[in-house]
Nanobody
Framework: QVQLVESGGGLVQAGGSLRLSCAAS????????MGWFRQAPGKEREFVAA????????YYTDSVKGRFTISRDNAKNTVYLQMNSLKPEDTAVYYC???????????????????????WGQGSQVTVSS
């Protein structure tokens, strides 16, 4: 059973930066395509970014392109989301997610049904003040 533990959320001013971390247990972590989703108040949970098992393939939703960077360190069993130039619209609870498969591409994770996600982190609040 893979477990995902998130950290790094907090309160920042618009234009600031924040880095989220997602630490995973389980010896098969390096084979998982991983991603981040977020849910703002009154909104549906939406896809943010994904990265394949090797780290060479990434995919982002249009609203964060050029500002957010997803990366992973398989030796540390950790995936990161570096968030720069933050906007109030980025305020949400951010969730780390794992597909449980090495065959899912980053782009596919961005469009797949969320019910197909194998494992979710507990969620981390990110608040951006104006």
């Amino acid at each position: 059973q893979v477990q995902l533990v998130e950290s790094g959320g907090g309160l920042v001013q618009a234009g600031g930066s924040l880095r989220l971390s997602c630490a995973a247990s389980g010896r098969t972590f390096t084979r998982y395509t991983m991603g981040w989703f977020r849910q703002a108040p009154g909104k549906e949970r939406e896809f943010v970014a994904a990265i394949n098992w090797s780290g060479g393939d990434t995919y982002y939703t249009d609203s964060v392109k050029g500002r957010f960077t997803i990366s992973r360190d398989n030796a540390k069993n950790t995936v990161y989301l570096q968030m720069n130039s933050l906007k109030p619209e980025d305020t949400a609870v951010y969730y780390c997610a794992a597909t449980g498969s090495p065959f899912t591409t980053a782009q596919t994770m961005g469009v797949m049904a969320q019910g197909s996600i194998a494992k979710w982190g507990q969620g981390s609040q990110v608040t951006v003040s104006s």
